[in-house]
Every structure is written in C-alpha cells, then in structure tokens.
C-alpha cells in the first residue's frame, strides 16, 4: 500500500474514532434518548458521620430552594454544573460533583469542610474552624469539638488558633482530654482539660509573620509543652492527686509552677473528722 494512502486511511480511523468517542459522551450526558425523566436522585456524603453538618434531607432542601432538585424533572433540563456551582458554594461543603446516568438517575457526591474548633469570644462571635482556618458559620451542629473562648479576633483565630486546634485534635489523649482553649488579653493560652479541676497555662503561642513557617512553629511549641504536661501528669499527678492543683503553669521550659488548691473551712473539717 502506498505510505501517503495509508497515512490517509490512519487520518479517517482516527477521525471516525474521535466522532464516535463525542457521539457516545454526548449520549451518556444526555440521557433523554434513553430515558427522559429523572426518577432518582442519589445523594452520597462521603463523610456524614464523621463530620454531621450535612444530611441528604438538607442538601434535597437546599437543592429545592433553589428550583434545582432534579426529581421528575426532564433529564435535559437538569444541569449537573449548576447543582455543584450551588452546593459548592454552602459553607458546609468541599467539593461537590454531579453527573446523570441513563437510567434516570442524577447522582451527587459530597465531601464536608472538617470543623475543628468552636470559637465564642467574648466579643459575641460564634463560629467553626475548619482545618484549614477557614471560618464556618454556626449551626445546628453538636459534636464534641473543642470550644476556643476570650480575646479572639478573626485574624488570630484564623492564623493561629486553627493550628493549635490542629495539634490538639492529632492525638487521641489531648483531644479526649482537653475541652476548651482560653484566650486571656496578652494572647496567653490557657487549656482546660476534661479530668482533673485545674487550669493549664502554656503560655503565648509564637508569632511570625511568614505564613509558611506559622504552622511548624506553633506544632513545635505545643509539642513541647504537652510533651512535659503529660510527664507531669504522669510522675506527678498520679502521684499528689489529680484535683491537688488549681493552676499549672508549663510556660517556661525549665519548670512547671503549680498553684495549690485552696482548701476550705469545711473541708478542713471533714479531712480532722476522718
């Protein structure tokens, strides 16, 4: 066969090919040749029960309000660009991808921004941070997060009480152990943790105005200051009584101050009794 004869029947296949490949995408995206109607809209959250803002019921609503809900609707007015544009766009959400299947069906994936910390300062805000120090309005939600009080701007809770929440939540002892961060007005930090009646103060956390070093230098500095608390906890609490102290103070690197709890009248009298 001549060459340029071949090239020119290589150059129709490949033609014919791509035809066919646009043919078959534009049938699968377009079902009203197979089915011209939505009969079920499958609504899939990824992680639903790990984070708990959003239900399927919530998205089928938000989708409703809005005169996007694909339910009986022809499946060539159903838009899947629209329905993520919308869900995208919810404070509570990700990402969002929606597609439609020959048989009727629109499908919609979910994933939810993870909340870290609750912030309630004391100048009346009241809002989540998600792991990446984004802020998310209040809502219905009610799991067991961290609540983060005080002196918090926006700016600071953003920059860098989202990375102390972050070090927290990483491990399983201080994240089932501390309940609430306290910002006092010098930016001291206090921890109140869920066993023991005392106060932990670890001091401020460092500040830099790189971005790119803040979270290192935050997780160094809180590693170290948990690492020496939960020796103490350990070899020291254990020993003298979780509830012995009021206060413990691990700011300084070369020492723990401890404030002893103060003991009343009554108690004075009970412990003579026994």
């Known amino acids: 066969m001549h060459p340029r004869l071949k090239r020119s029947l290589l150059l129709v296949a490949d033609l014919v090919?791509?035809?066919?490949?646009?043919?078959?995408?534009v049938s699968f995206n377009h079902p009203k040749?197979?089915?011209?109607?939505?009969?079920?809209?499958?609504?899939?959250?990824?992680?639903?029960?790990?984070?708990?803002?959003l239900s399927a019921?919530?998205?089928?609503?938000?989708?409703?309000?809005?005169?996007?809900?694909p339910f009986k609707k022809?499946?060539?007015?159903?838009?899947?660009?629209d329905i993520e544009d919308l869900l995208v766009n919810s404070p509570f959400?990700?990402?969002a991808e929606c597609?439609?299947?020959k048989d009727g069906t629109v499908c919609i994936s979910l994933t939810q921004r993870l909340p870290i910390v609750r912030i309630k300062s004391i100048k009346g805000d009241d809002y989540y941070l998600d792991d990446h120090g984004g802020i998310m309005p209040n809502s219905k939600y009610t799991s067991d997060l961290i609540i983060a009080t005080g002196y918090i701007s926006r700016?600071?809770?953003?920059?860098?009480?989202?990375?102390?929440?972050?070090?927290?939540?990483?491990?399983?002892?201080?994240?089932?152990?501390?309940?609430?961060?306290?910002?006092?007005?010098?930016?001291?930090v206090e921890l109140v943790p869920r066993v023991g009646e005392h106060i932990i103060y670890i001091g401020a956390l460092p500040q830099t105005n790189k971005p790119g070093e803040r979270h290192q230098l935050i997780a160094d500095y809180i590693t170290v200051k948990l690492n020496r608390l939960q020796k103490f906890y350990k070899y020291g609490l254990s020993?003298?009584?979780?509830?012995k102290y009021s206060y413990i103070d691990v700011e300084f690197d070369n020492q723990i101050i401890c404030k002893k709890k103060k003991t009343t009248e009554l108690q004075k009298n009970k412990e003579k009794t026994i």
């Open 17 to 25: 090919l791509a035809v066919y490949l646009v043919l078959a995408m």
């Open 33 to 53: 040749d197979t089915y011209p109607v939505c009969t079920k809209v499958s609504i899939n959250i990824e992680d639903e029960t790990t984070n708990g803002f």
């Open 57 to 69: 019921d919530e998205i089928r609503k938000i989708l409703e309000r809005n005169r996007l809900y």
């Open 74 to 81: 022809k499946m060539a007015d159903v838009n899947p660009r």
């Open 93 to 95: 959400v990700n990402t």
């Open 99 to 101: 597609y439609k299947t």
């Open 155 to 188: 700016k600071y809770a953003r920059n860098y009480l989202s990375f102390l929440a972050i070090e927290l939540m990483k491990d399983d002892f201080w994240r089932n152990q501390i309940v609430q961060v306290n910002v006092l007005p010098n930016l001291g």
């Open 239 to 243: 020993q003298a009584g979780w509830n």
